[in-house]
């Protein structure tokens, strides 16, 4: 393999932002889904595979779905954060398809969050 040059890596690394941070990318929007063990034993991959077949459904193509790993509450697995751009990101609990289902419908698509499913809105990395 080739070796990059520095302005190569930089290059990579741009790219590579525009997928993480909203404001800058081709998104609008993140569905991402908490796979640590604990999410994972709760039924976390039933989870994504409801937010992937709701977005196929949909037809919407400026939502990413991303896998993270454990969010810290254990106990409110499985768990998924909703991030859509110029808004707080909103973190759903106790997820079931059901759940997953209404979620997209109401905030990823309706732009409204899912309030009786939510754990904590906002970000606990400051701006």
Do not use: W
Request: charged share 25%.
């Amino acid at each position: 393999m080739a070796k990059l040059t520095l302005d190569e890596l930089r290059q990579k690394r741009a790219e590579a932002q525009k997928t993480v941070y909203l404001r800058e990318g081709e998104f609008r929007g993140k569905i991402n889904v908490h796979m640590g063990t604990c999410g994972i034993a709760a039924g976390a991959r039933s989870i994504v595979a409801t937010f992937l077949e709701e977005l196929e459904r949909s037809g919407i193509k400026d939502i990413q779905v991303t896998t993270s790993g454990c969010a810290g509450l254990c106990s409110k697995e499985p768990m998924a954060t909703i991030e859509m751009r110029n808004s707080p990101p909103v973190r759903y609990g106790e997820l079931t398809p059901e759940k997953a289902r209404k979620i997209f419908h109401d905030h990823v698509v309706g732009g409204t969050a899912a309030a009786e499913y939510a754990v904590g809105i906002g970000s606990e990395r400051g701006a």
